[in-house]
């Protein structure tokens, strides 16, 4: 059974930085997509960033672009989501996410992903 399990979350200051970790169990990923989506009090859950876990290509929302990196370490099976220049806005649950494998490109979609985490509190402080 797949499970993924986030880490990293917590309170910060406007401008300061934090590390989303992803850790996946279960199976070993090669034709899979990761992704990292979020989900703020009365919103929908946003995409935020894609990666393929063969050949690293990466994705990521406009909203994020130039702030957020996601990445990935096989070895480790883990992805990341680094994220900087942290505003207010960018508080929300963040779900790691993963596909079943065969996805084309990089889905920005909910139901594009079949496997997801628990979620790990961001908060912004202004």
């Known amino acids: 059974q797949v499970q993924l399990v986030e880490s990293g979350g917590g309170l910060v200051q406007a401008g300061g930085s934090l590390r989303l970790s992803c850790a996946v169990s279960?199976?070993?990923?090669?034709?899979?997509?990761m992704g990292w989506f979020r989900q703020a009090p009365g919103k929908e859950r946003e995409f935020v960033a894609a990666i393929r876990w063969s050949g690293g290509g990466t994705y990521h929302a406009d909203s994020v672009k130039g702030r957020f990196t996601i990445s990935r370490d096989n070895a480790k099976n883990t992805v990341y989501l680094q994220m900087s220049s942290l505003k207010p806005e960018d508080t929300a649950v963040y779900y790691c996410?993963?596909?079943?494998?065969?996805?084309?490109?990089?889905?920005?979609?909910?139901?594009?992903?079949?496997?997801w985490g628990q979620g790990t509190q961001v908060t912004v402080s202004s």
């Open positions: 279960g199976r070993t990923f090669s034709n899979n997509v």
């Open positions: 996410a993963a596909d079943k494998g065969g996805t084309f490109g990089f889905p920005t979609t909910s139901r594009a992903y079949d496997y």
